[in-house]
């Protein structure tokens, strides 16, 4: 059926079709921290931090960051992590919670809690976790301990506090947790109801409670409370001295019932644990816990006040951490109170803290500016630093082997990602203003970017510095952004004076203006096989400029509408545009006629603001695709805008093929399309309601304007695309959007696409085949399955001696299936030299017959070359070191027996002195023989 439509539609039939859609989110760069907990996994080498809806995990052994695939509905307030780390419950602002597993990255269980979290904590045994929410406590039973249908069952509810808990800690052994308060007070409950701890509230604070921890091996607590005041509590009694209740048995005899003992079956109804405040005098009942306050310390000094934020604290150092409000953390040796040191390491709030197992790294989340920093506390240095942008992201490059990704963000800022790692490798600062473009040149080692501060920059990825600086005789606004082919001219549009400047490379020199827009300037593209400029401006014109003709306008093509994208085919035969009606024109620019149309107005399925007097539906006839570009085959267009849907379209038949939904975070605005009832009001919605606004209430925004007013009480970011790029390996595209820059990957979907398949075509065929040496067939077979263990299985297979001879019995059509699977294969591979000699003889036998398909084959040679470069800068770095090594251990052993030449003269005055002396009959010893003796 797939291949019928295929012959249908006039699509070439080939496998791997149906996944050539099949991308999956794969990553999220950009964005590192964004509130909520932190928190180290088990074995201390990874920190998991949640990126608005999202959780990322950053392994710090490995240096590698990773976005795990699900999602809740609103952001990510807190994290609860199980003992083992193989399970972890999400809740986000609306008390909504997720069970997922860590171990297989997926989602368990949906839970709510209807009303917003303010923390959960799993016990160190693993049994329980505890969730607090307004003044209430919830202890459920751990999933996965038993057998349940609802892996979430209340155990106890526990009422003490008079307003919004802040707080969790649990003691070593799990017997009881403390709970902090905005009420300025601590109350510490038993996990069971023991005989002589059932609930005790601690007091001595005068604002809200940050943190409160048990000392290791006891009940002695630290609460710490938010003007930086430290109170150590001392308890009276140990954990074994914790009694149960003794409850009589069948036959008049008494037992003690085991704390925790029980399944699915047997599990008591939930409980309730309601506390009081009780006198002084009533406290002294024999029998009972009690807690003595032996300590008072102040963190701010005198005249000085500093909010505390944050804090965490690890039992096996003693190490106490407290962040503040100023970007400062201090680092305390307990009980004594000692202070190791102090650092800033921000201007902004510190919001949430961790320590690892070993207690040797800490980690910082400052939610103002994004940044996630682990610092080693020993050696005083960073461990990790990342920030993202400050502000939203604006433009994006691959380079071309898609190794790095360039970012450019309003906050002037030019960011450098890794893609395999998915950390930022540098981060330039020279632009006084907001970035509106970036773009890698033809080598790969030279970001150029355009700022609304009226300079062109280019940065030298081999030193890290700004090297030319472009800028025009008068002051402009630059909003896009051009390079050749060969890098050496660099063209960028002007916003106010609706004008192309034109500059050189080399010599930084301004060499033409162009003018002819009327508009201002919105995009620009290069002809990536000729000498031709295409400018798309708000005039309602695409004008081509003729580089090889002094720019003379060569043509002009009218559009329907302003134009806001333009963007070449690869191989230069196609000119696509977007324009304002939410129309894609796709011109051939030889002929100066239109080959095609798009209507995508329809496509952009915008949600509804909550400031929005008019429907969803309405709304989206004012929508266009802001951003566009070709696939890496040049077969797509890929576009995107003011809407939470990229779509792809097919160019030959200008149908669209599928939408990608980048993001279901209802906490940006614009993602719902009806507004929610229960936020209406007699009056209208309730955002349109502002308390301070008086009677003309709240100020709708101006047509046209894309981050909204920032001074409003309540600001919520608009979900919007702003750069869509393809891969050059063609298997993943990135767009920068309002949560980041996100990542579609083919290389995570696992897909069975099998290709001309038959009865006979299966896996035992093909190791039979194998087995007796038909290694053509074999491949072919396993080719037509196409599952890629069974593949290169069949590789490995083959003998070493016998690839030319393989490789040239091949048929065209799986020599491209072959090679492309190379490409991906090299890069896990350990067998170098095996498949490197498979891609020598593929492109040495067939370079003729695939040089006619290099427009299809572009993206699989493009992974090759990706592949190889890396391995070369790998094997590179290593022969660099080991030739090193040996040229400096050659050096030693020519130095060996060579005598310095102060040596020499402090052995010839020595040699002198006892000669003049004669008191020795012996000769001494020379340096050499001494030296050779002591070896």
């Known amino acids: 059926l797939r291949r019928r439509r295929a012959e249908v539609l006039g699509w ?13 989110f794969s990553n999220l760069l950009g964005t590192v921290y964004r509130r909520g907990d932190l928190t180290f996994t088990p074995d201390g080498n990874s920190v998991l931090s949640p990126v608005g809806n999202r959780l990322s995990a950053f392994n710090l052994k490995n240096n590698k960051a990773e976005t795990l695939p699900f999602a809740l509905s609103r952001n990510i307030v807190c994290v609860g992590q199980s003992p083992d780390g193989h399970l972890a419950i999400l809740i986000d602002e609306d008390g909504v919670a997720l069970l997922v597993s860590l171990l297989r990255r997926a989602a368990l269980h949906h839970f709510n809690f209807h009303s917003p979290v303010h923390s959960v904590a799993f016990s160190p045994d693993g049994r329980k ?20 249908f609802n892996p979430f069952s209340l155990d106890k509810t526990y009422y003490g506090p008079y307003d919004e808990t802040t707080c969790i ?64 509590w001392e308890c009276d009694t140990d954990p074994e001295g914790l009694l149960l209740p003794v409850v009589p048995a069948a036959g008049g005899r008494h037992q003690e019932p085991a704390a925790g003992v029980g399944g699915a079956e047997l599990q008591p109804k939930p409980s309730v644990v309601r506390g009081k405040v009780e006198p002084q005098s009533q406290r002294q009942r024999g029998g009972k816990v009690k807690y003595t306050r032996t300590g008072k310390h102040f963190f701010n000094k005198e005249g000085d006040f500093n909010e505390l934020t944050a804090t965490a604290y690890h039992r096996g150092n003693h190490l106490l951490v407290t962040g503040f409000a100023n970007g400062n953390f201090h680092l305390h040796d307990m009980p004594d109170v000692n202070l190791i040191h102090s650092l800033s390491i921000s201007d902004q709030s510190i919001e949430s803290i961790s320590i690892n197992s070993s207690g040797d790294w800490i980690a910082f989340g400052c939610a103002g500016l994004g940044q996630l920093l682990v610092w080693e506390w020993q050696s005083e240095s960073y461990v990790m630093k990342q920030q993202g942008h400050f502000n939203n992201m604006v433009a994006l490059s691959y380079s071309p082997d898609a190794q790095y990704i360039v970012t450019g963000g309003d906050d002037g800022k030019v960011k450098v990602w890794n893609t395999s790692s998915g950390l930022c490798t540098v981060t330039f600062t020279d632009h006084s203003s907001g970035v509106s473009a970036v773009t890698f040149n033809a080598t790969g080692y030279v970001v150029v970017s355009a700022s609304l501060d009226g300079t062109v920059r280019a940065f030298d990825l081999h030193r890290y510095r700004n090297f030319r600086t472009f800028t025009s005789p008068r ?46 300037v919105s995009g620009l593209s290069f002809s990536p096989t000729q000498g031709l400029l295409a400018s798309a401006s708000w005039d309602k014109t695409v004008k081509l400029w003729d580089m090889q003709d002094s720019w003379k306008t060569k043509e002009t093509l009218r559009l329907s509408a302003d134009g806001l994208a333009v ?51 309405h709304s989206a006839k004012s929508r266009a695709y802001s951003t566009l570009c070709y696939s890496a085959d040049g077969g797509w267009v ?18 669209l093929v599928k939408s990608f939904e980048i993001s279901c975070n209802l906490s940006l605005d614009a ?10 009001t007699e009056f209208g919605s309730v955002a349109l309601i502002d308390e301070g606004a008086g009677e003309e209430g709240v100020a709708l925004p101006l047509p046209g304007v894309k981050k909204g007013d920032m001074s409003l009480r309540h600001f919520k970011p608009e979900i919007r695309v702003t750069c869509l790029r393809f891969s050059p390996t063609g298997r993943s595209w990135a767009a920068t959007t309002t949560e980041g820059l996100l990542i579609f990957s083919l290389d995570g979907a696992v897909v069975f696409d099998p290709y001309d398949l038959d009865e006979e075509v299966t896996p035992v065929s093909v190791r039979r085949a194998l087995r007796r040496g038909e290694f053509t067939v074999a491949i072919v077979m396993a080719f037509r399955l196409n599952e890629d263990n069974l593949t290169l299985e069949v590789l490995e297979g083959v003998p070493h001696t016998d690839i030319g001879l393989v490789c040239s019995t091949l048929p065209p059509l799986y020599v491209e299936k072959l090679l492309g699977f190379m490409a991906v294969t090299l890069e896990t591979s350990r067998h170098l030299e095996f498949f490197l000699s498979w891609a020598e003889q593929l492109l040495s036998l067939h370079g003729h017959t695939l040089k006619a398909r290099s427009v299809e084959l572009l993206p699989a040679i493009q992974s090759l070359q990706r592949s190889i470069q890396r391995h070369y800068d790998t094997v590179s770095k290593l022969c660099e070191w080991n030739c090193y090594n040996m040229r400096y251990t050659l050096a ?12 020499t003269e402090m052995e010839t005055d020595t040699e002198a002195e006892t000669g003049s002396n004669g008191d020795s009959d012996t000769p001494n010893a020379s340096d050499d023989q001494l030296m050779e003796a002591s070896d």
């Open 638 to 655: 890929l576009a995107g805008g003011q809407s939470r849907y990229v779509c792809i379209y097919n160019v030959k038949e200008q149908i």
């Open 475 to 520: 002051l402009a606004q630059f909003s896009c952004l051009a390079l050749d082919t060969s890098g050496e001219i660099v063209c960028a549009g002007s916003r106010d004076s609706f004008q192309v400047f034109v500059w050189s490379m080399q010599s930084g020199r301004l060499l033409d203006v162009l003018d002819g827009h009327e508009g201002p």
């Open 567 to 617: 963007s070449f085919r690869p191989d230069g035969g196609e000119l696509a545009v977007a324009t304002l009606d939410g129309h894609i024109t796709l011109w051939d620019h030889a002929r100066a006629t239109q080959t095609g149309s798009i209507e995508g107005q329809h496509d952009l399925h915008g949600g509804r603001k909550e400031l929005d007097k008019v429907t969803a539906r």
């Open 892 to 903: 030693l052993a020519q130095q060996r027996g060579l005598k310095r030449p102060a040596e």
């Open 12 to 24: 070439e039939p080939h496998a791997g079709a149906g996944m050539k859609f099949a991308f999956r």
């Open 671 to 680: 993602m719902e399309e009806f507004l929610d009832r229960r936020k209406m």
């Open 129 to 148: 976790f505890v969730v607090t929410k307004e003044n209430v406590v919830l202890m459920y039973h751990a999933p996965g301990q038993s057998r349940h």
């Open 169 to 232: 800690a649990w003691t070593d052994d799990s017997k009881c947790f403390a709970v902090g308060s905005k009420d300025s007070s601590t109350w510490v409950f038993g996990a069971e109801r023991w005989t002589n701890l059932i609930y005790y509230a601690l007091g001595g604070h005068k604002d809200a409670i940050v943190g409160c921890f048990f000392e290791a091996g006891s009940l002695d607590v630290y609460t710490l409370s938010r003007d930086a005041t430290l109170c150590v």
